[in-house]
C-alpha cells in the first residue's frame, strides 16, 4: 500500500533519509552532487542502497520508463546516483578526493539516461 506521504515505493522506506541528497535528476546533477558531497555522506548512502539494489531494479524493470510514477522516479534517480557512488566508493577509494579534482573541468553534455524515453 503507497501513502501519499510515503517518498518512495513500499519496501524502500530505508532509503528514503537519502532522497534528498541523491535522489537528483540529470547526469550532470549527480556528477555534481558526487564532487560536492562528503566521504561520510557518500558511505552512507552506498552501505545502506547496496542490499537494495538489485530488488531496486527489479522493481523498476516492471514498467516503462515514461509510466513511472513519482515514488518511482526517485527510486530511478537514486539507482543513477547510487552508479556515481559505487565509483567512489568501490574503485575509487581513499583516491576520490584526488579524482574529484580533475572531474571539477569535466562538464557532462549529454548522458543516455537523460534522453526522454519514448513511448
Keep these: 500500500m503507497k501513502y501519499a506521504s510515503a517518498l518512495?515505493?513500499?519496501g524502500f522506506e530505508s532509503l528514503e533519509q537519502f532522497v534528498e541528497l541523491?535522489?537528483?535528476a540529470g547526469?550532470?546533477?549527480r556528477a555534481q552532487r558526487r564532487l560536492t558531497s562528503s566521504?561520510?555522506?557518500r558511505v552512507a548512502f552506498f552501505d545502506a542502497a547496496k542490499v537494495l539494489m538489485p530488488a531496486a531494479l527489479t522493481y523498476l524493470d516492471r514498467k516503462r520508463l515514461t509510466q513511472l510514477d513519482a515514488q518511482e522516479e526517485r527510486l530511478m534517480n537514486l539507482a543513477l546516483s547510487f552508479c556515481h557512488v559505487a565509483l567512489a566508493v568501490e574503485v575509487q577509494?581513499?583516491?576520490e578526493p584526488k579524482h574529484a579534482l580533475v572531474?571539477?573541468?569535466l562538464t557532462i553534455t549529454h548522458?543516455?539516461?537523460d534522453l526522454a524515453p519514448s513511448a
Excluded: F, I, K, T
Design 8 to 10: 518512495l515505493p513500499s
Design 22 to 24: 541523491w535522489a537528483v
Design 27 to 29: 547526469a550532470a546533477n
Design 39 to 41: 566521504e561520510a555522506e
Design 93 to 95: 577509494g581513499s583516491d
Design 103 to 105: 572531474r571539477r573541468h
Design 111 to 113: 548522458a543516455s539516461a
